[in-house]
Nanobody, 123 residues
Framework: QVQLQQSGPGLVKPSQTLSLSCINL??????????WTWVRQPPGKGLEWIGR???????DYSTTLKSRASISRDTSKSQFTLQLTSLTPEDAATYYC???????????????WGQGTQVTVSS
């Protein structure tokens, strides 16, 4: 059974890089048709998709964050990591990792979420 556990700092200084990790305690991150994603929710706002990585290691990102976001993985640890560079106070949000299953033809379903990490950007 998938269980996503997040780790990372809750306070980051402006201009620094945020690094958040997510481990699938329930098994692999290479199971076919599953994607591993990062989303965030700023205070008082809706969810914003950051990026995703497929079971095979393909990654893509939000156009607005593409220049600053990257996702990497360590399959031996069933772990995937978000790095977001050049943080500003506008990046303050609760960050979530999540998994979705890709049915194809644009159809997918989220089926597991991490516990969330509240990130504050302040000096």
């Amino acid at each position: 059974q998938v269980q996503l556990q997040q780790s990372g700092p809750g306070l980051v200084k402006p201009s620094q890089t945020l690094s958040l990790s997510c481990i699938n305690l329930g098994g692999s991150i290479t199971s076919r048709n599953y994607w591993w994603t990062w989303v965030r929710q700023p205070p008082g706002k809706g969810l914003e998709w950051i990026g995703r990585m497929s079971y095979s290691g393909f990654d893509d990102y939000s156009t607005t964050l593409k220049s600053r976001a990257s996702i990497s993985r360590d399959t031996s640890k069933s772990q995937f990591t978000l790095q977001l560079t050049s943080l500003t106070p506008e990046d303050a949000a609760t960050y979530y990792c999540a998994r979705f299953y890709d049915y194809g033809w644009g159809n997918h379903r989220y089926d597991s979420w991490g516990q969330g990490t509240q990130v504050t950007v302040s000096s």
